[in-house]
């Protein structure tokens, strides 16, 4: 392979690797260079700070301060790209002719640049930005709303800018076949994980997980309505754990008041053993966005998963999951596989996909493909 120099710009820095969209940039990032490609990161940083840790994995880094001006909202530009204008981000992508990987639609301010339109300018969507959106504002309340709201009218006229890429990436089969629209070549890049598919089955003990960063308001919400509607009618909440990061004083009072256990801000290795421990992991989402990460990690055990449809639409993870489409659905299912283990061959299947889409190397040459085109 020839000496392949790479522009990559993330909306976050990404590391440590401690939520969705900083695992997908990490790890893509990691198995590009273990590709021989030659990474310029770009890193947008707004409290995470520097981390010498990336230095292993590039070539170059730089990291530009997110403006977070109140101003902003007025553009017509979506808050969320517009707080990415930086002059010495596009000052040091005209110092070379390199490819330019845009990390989400957030870092695509400078797409449709008249002075890189000789260059190859690929586009990985993290998800549809104007559905996301969308779906933040109809579970959220006052100022929050608003802005959610606003900002998915501007991020759906801004979306056609993808018209100016040479590739884009999408992370799930439903969201390609909707950016089809914008006539450029769409292929599916699926989330980077870690090399976590080659756990042998593992017996498990009769509890069931829940996990995310509870931070995120979607995830509370999550636990919440587990809690709520799942384990709390049916008196199971003893065999419920919600381990995550920083979860709020209200969501801790919520579950002790309910009798679940509450694991917050756990070790890697902690959160590990409880995954591989857990005999059902529960999950549930609001919104269809995106793939959630926590899903492919929980996929990656030798527990049971189940999921309600908004977790596995798009994608190809139903015949992996157990699908539960009523709250009903989740009682009766927790009470079947709680008493029933994940069987070997069941654990074989699921990581034989696993391992077939979600090597995160072999997916990452897709990129290169795209950049020799």
């Known amino acids: 392979m020839k000496n392949i120099h790479l522009h990559i710009i993330s909306f976050d820095v990404p590391y440590p690797p401690d939520y969705g969209g900083a695992i997908d940039v990490f790890f893509r990032v990691k198995a590009l260079h273990e590709l021989g490609v030659n990474v310029h990161l770009h890193c947008f940083e707004y409290g995470r700070g520097i981390q010498q840790e990336l230095e292993k994995y590039t070539t170059s880094i730089q990291y530009y301060k997110r403006k977070k001006n109140i101003a902003d909202n007025l553009s017509a530009t979506p808050f969320i790209v517009k707080s990415r204008d930086a002059r010495h981000l596009i000052r040091n992508l005209l110092k070379d002719e390199y490819p330019i990987l845009f990390e989400g639609l957030h870092t695509c301010y400078y797409l449709t640049d008249e002075r890189l339109k000789t260059r190859i300018k690929l586009v990985r969507m993290h998800n549809i930005e104007h559905e996301y959106y969308d779906a933040l ?200 596989k709680l008493d029933s283990p994940l069987s070997p061959f069941e654990f074989e299947q699921r990581q034989q996909f696993l391992r077939t889409h979600f090597d995160t190397k072999e997916n990452c040459k897709v990129i290169l493909d795209a950049i020799n085109a």
């Open 137 to 336: 504002s109809k579970v959220s309340t006052g100022w929050k709303k608003r802005f959610f709201a606003k900002e998915a009218k501007k991020l759906d006229r801004f979306e056609p800018v993808l018209r100016s890429a040479d590739h884009i990436f999408a992370i799930k089969e439903g969201d390609a076949h909707k950016l089809m629209k914008y006539e450029r070549p769409v292929t599916v890049l699926p989330a980077s994980t870690p090399a976590t598919f080659e756990e042998d089955y593992h017996e498990t003990n009769a509890y069931c997980l829940y996990h995310g960063n509870l931070s995120v308001p979607e995830n509370d919400r999550a636990t919440r309505w587990l809690i709520d509607n799942v384990f709390q009618p049916k008196g199971l909440c003893t065999k419920l754990v919600v381990a995550g990061k920083n979860p709020s004083s209200e969501l801790a009072e919520f579950c002790k008041i309910n009798n679940v256990q509450l694991v917050a801000n756990p070790e890697d290795e902690g959160l590990h053993q409880l995954m591989l421990n857990a005999r059902v992991h529960v999950l549930f989402s609001e919104q269809s966005t995106g793939v959630k990460l926590k899903l492919i990690n929980a996929l990656s055990t030798s527990g049971h998963v189940i999921v309600n449809h908004k977790m596995i639409e798009g994608t190809e993870l139903l015949p992996y999951c157990d699908l539960a489409l009523l709250k009903e659905d989740y009682q009766d299912l927790v009470h079947e």
